[in-house]
DNA sequence: CGTTAGCACTCGATAGCGTTGAGTGCTAAT
DNA sequence: ATTAGCACTCAACGCTATCGAGTGCTAACG
């Protein structure tokens, strides 16, 4: 389809333009040492690549800039996946070694090494819920008639709540309920507990009627409100020193998409796993249309865990973020292996 | 030191100025129907404003803005306290009345409040650790080498983190000192914990040596690993609403200022109890030196609990935002005074 | 025939310049 | 003491000219 002249050029202008943040002209490309050809023949080609899609002028007289569809010939066919350097190895690989012992603070962590080395803003979604089962839930008492109520899961996150206890129920029968629910509920998915909740647990409670139905709501609401729990962000504000977010507007509509914790989830939720590229118009919210967001997840065993992501402009390093990605994915995995096996 | 028709001029230029964020001149002053003086009787009452270091000019042929000192003398004697209308209180109790009984559901509501309402920046204190104590400390294994420390105050507040145990220790010696621990150290401050720990306990487990070492270092990074949770912010990016905003960098920088926890408890920290107004370089960090920091703190029996506080442009309804956090603060020590009796 | 030199052309960016209008300070009249 | 009147200032706005980076086209070249 592409001579490959057409996509050396295409491949020049693209990584140029990463740098420079301003359009292309054929004279800056003709001066560079490995190419050998002088400005009227780059202009050829590069008229030939806006025919086809690839580039676009933002007005006559201005240089080229790579289009939606270039990027992602870009991506797909010509970004050198950059060699990570040792030193950065190094660095990420020394962020995980130290006594990193929570699963929380290892996805924290991930989130600030990839803001920190890339410079755009990182997400990173922790392991989905249906891989996670319930280990041990617990009731502390505070006061007279208040609780916490404690939920641990197989993966070290612990979820908890206060509650106030009904009167009526004494603190004893309360713990006796605890108790059956611990020993017919642990190992349990998480998502699957309610309903087991209901079917199984259910008759054998029978008798303690109401303390039963009092307990399933707290343990219902303690389930319900740990969905936000799981992304972390790291380098929001690293978008304000990128040239195209100059307008003050175009940053508030994308960081206030960014405190949108469900909007955030449904964005990464249903993604393939691998490394995906979005690019620009590609993503399905308006707010990051000038932008691009590559994501990768990492999994134990082929059961995918979460995803990281990047979220940078559309002229954004590829090479760097790629391959700074599959590392991190892996190490990860690595890392949280340890939880699942 | 004022005249009464400087005071009321003053009034006026500020409260107007709060309005449209534009220089006030002596015409739309006097069209006002509450005053009753022509322009040239107010250009003469403001060139005096002006010398006395009430206001400031941009530049000659502009109108006036208030100075520092002019925010200053408005809060401190002229600002009429809004009294908050009938709708919004009701709003923010709606808020309050509803099932919360988590303390940091509370705050984080309170933050959320105060920023939706006044359309500036809330920023959260929780309760000073001095104030809470140990209620639960306890190990929930997760595998052969893993398990959950889980502390739980008397507040309410969960925290918890993952460790591995060492070979050499059985779970069940693990238990058993844990069982110890926690019959010498309930209701011991957080602060005092560590001391305590040394002092009192260190005889009593003197025997378990190794393992009682280790616990120690887990309770320990436990305890400090929590220095953040106790910020909450809400509204971040309303700033960016602000006209005095429109520059991406002073943006970044104040974003950046946001971002970075210690700071900000550090500016909340030993603040005087009661409202404090913070207006421009009367803030201490450069980057809020446009801005004023409003604060007041909630206490339950004359204990300050912490603070809550907004953060807005030096040209802030002065009037809505102390009521509002008055308000607000009064209702929060009510809520959370539960926790404390 | 592919490549290149030359040249006219386009158009955003920048600078200079007059105009406008909001606002001031001063003076003299009330 | 207040106000009307007036000259003055200066940012903002719009207009125009200039500049230059970059293009597209044509013709010449190896």
Chains 1, 2 share one sequence.
Not at 32 to 56: C, H, K, Q, W
Request: with cysteine; net charge negative; proline share 4%.
């Amino acid at each position: 389809m592409l001579s490959d002249r057409q996509r050396m050029i295409l491949n020049v202008i693209i990584d140029d333009y990463i740098r420079s943040a301003e359009p292309i002209g054929s004279r800056s490309i003709s001066k560079r040492s490995d190419v050998g050809y002088s400005p009227a023949t780059i202009r050829n080609e590069m008229a030939d690549l806006e025919e086809l899609g690839f580039l676009e002028q933002p007005h006559t007289s201005a240089g080229r800039i790579p289009s939606i569809k270039g990027y992602r010939y870009y991506v797909d066919h010509l970004v050198k996946l950059g060699e990570v350097n040792e030193q950065d190895l190094l660095f990420v690989r020394s962020f995980f070694t130290e006594k990193m012992n929570q699963m929380e603070q290892i996805i924290q962590h991930a989130a600030m090494i990839l803001s920190n080395m890339t410079n755009y803003t990182s997400i990173v979604l922790g392991p989905e819920t249906f891989t996670t089962s319930l280990k041990h839930f617990q009731l502390v008492p505070l006061g007279e008639d208040t609780a916490v109520a404690i939920i641990v899961t197989n993966t070290g996150h612990v979820e908890n709540r206060t509650i106030s206890i009904p009167q009526e129920m004494s603190m004893d029968e309360m713990q006796q309920a605890v108790n059956i629910l611990n020993a017919k509920l642990i190992g349990v998915p998480l998502v699957r507990l309610k309903a087991k909740l209901y079917s199984e647990v259910g008759q054998e409670l029978g008798r303690y009627a109401d303390q039963f139905e009092r307990l399933l709501g707290i343990l219902d609401q303690t389930l319900a409100s740990d969905n936000d729990h799981r992304v972390f962000m790291s380098g929001t504000t690293n978008m304000l020193t990128q040239p195209e977010f100059k307008d003050v507007d175009k940053v508030k509509t994308l960081l206030d998409l960014l405190e949108e914790t469900p909007t955030i989830m449904q964005m990464f939720s249903a993604l393939p796993s691998g490394i995906q590229v979005r690019i620009g118009t590609e993503n399905t919210h308006e707010a990051i249309n000038n932008c691009s967001l590559i994501t990768a997840t990492y999994s134990v065993e082929g059961k995918s865990l979460g995803t990281i992501g990047i979220l940078g402009p559309t002229r954004m390093d590829y090479g760097k973020v790629i391959s700074l990605l599959d590392i991190l994915s892996k190490d990860m995995a690595v890392l949280l292996g340890r939880w699942y096996k």
